[in-house]
């Protein structure tokens, strides 16, 4: 899956973008594998599902992919935590406190990881 999107980000890279969205990992694009292959050159922003996790997960499913998500690629900044894309008036708000407050306890540089 790497080689798929390689020419794209590296498009992004040239052209001086310094931040990039993580939707394309609803189609299986692994964030842990981006932040190793483009971390040092490109920022990245997202990888929490808007469309099922944030709407229907609990707030302990919800905790745990932040967790996950800032332990793959929280070290040595380059990462924005959020959502995959929007928050929309689905999400339920406890579950939008939640990624906020999870984000705020173990998100910050040097990171205050678990």
């Not at 993580?22 to 189609?27: D, E, K, S, T, Y």
């Not at 599902?49 to 998500?69: M, N, Q």
């Not at 906020?100 to 998100?107: F, L, N, Q």
Request: proline residues 3%; glycine residues 10%.
């Amino acid at each position: 899956m790497v080689t798929l999107r390689l020419p794209l980000m590296n498009i992004f890279i040239e052209e001086g973008i310094d931040c990039v969205n993580l939707l394309g990992l609803a189609v299986g694009m692994g964030i842990g594998e981006v932040k190793q292959e483009y971390g040092d050159k490109i920022a990245l922003w997202g990888n929490i599902g808007y469309s099922h996790l944030l709407p229907f997960g609990s707030v302990d499913k919800v905790k745990k992919a932040r967790i996950e998500c800032i332990m793959k690629v929280g070290r040595n900044e380059g990462y924005i935590l959020f959502s995959s894309n929007t928050i929309h008036s689905a999400i339920p708000a406890e579950n939008f406190v939640t990624m906020v407050e999870t984000a705020r306890k173990y998100g910050k540089y040097l990171l205050n990881l678990v």
